[in-house]
């Protein structure tokens, strides 16, 4: 496990199938921990060595989006700047920043719009994924220029990232994604996963 992950972390070795039906029997026993102590745990459990407490804290983000606040956003990028790899990056960008920009429109100009314009990659890449499951309620100018601020990038994740949120994109607006792409000057990995399904 540590090795796929690039020997970036060390792993108890425990697989996901058997994370998540110990989740399960914790949760259901002791229930999941009030939303005030939320940013406390997380925190912690973040900081352990081993990548399956990173993957716990995501757990409990998850189960309680709906009532997390617009004060979590700090929280968030937090996590996405430290001990960053896509296997974490991903979901908080997909899953926790789309879920509380949904409910917060306001925080999208306050931190994505910092998030795209910074130095860190995964900042940057959670700019450009955020919207991955808004379908006909991305904002396609925003989705566009983000992309635009980042076609001279080099790096694979941000490359992978501009293909991704494309081809996501694409599943709604297709006839967009292929202007798009052909009037865009894409680097050719984000190229070929835009029109990966089209």
């Not at 955020?130 to 904002?139: A, E, I, S």
């Not at 080099?154 to 293909?163: C, R």
């Not at 009037?183 to 029109?195: D, G, N, W």
Request: net charge positive.
């Amino acid at each position: 496990m540590a090795k796929y992950m690039k020997n970036l972390f060390p792993y108890l070795g425990i697989k996901t199938p058997e994370r998540e039906a110990l989740f399960r029997g914790f949760t259901k026993v002791h229930g999941l921990p009030d939303v005030t102590e939320l940013d406390k745990i997380v925190r912690e459990l973040w900081l352990l060595p081993e990548r399956e407490y990173a993957y716990i804290a995501m757990n409990l983000l998850n189960k309680r989006l709906k009532l997390l606040g617009s004060e979590q956003a700090d929280l968030l990028e937090y996590l996405i700047v430290t001990r960053s790899w896509w296997d974490t990056v991903d979901l908080l960008a997909g899953q926790v920043a789309g879920s509380l920009f949904t409910r917060y429109p306001e925080l999208i100009d306050r931190y994505a719009e910092s998030w795209i314009v910074a130095d860190n990659m995964w900042l940057q890449r959670a700019a450009i994924l955020f919207q991955l499951k808004y379908k006909n309620r991305t904002d396609e100018e925003r989705l566009f220029r983000y992309i635009k601020h980042c076609l001279s990038s080099k790096e694979f994740f941000i490359q992978k990232s501009i293909g991704w949120a494309l081809r996501e994109y694409a599943k709604t607006e297709p006839e967009r994604v292929r202007q798009f792409v052909a009037e865009t000057p894409l680097p050719a990995l984000s190229k070929r996963e835009a029109l990966k399904h089209l």
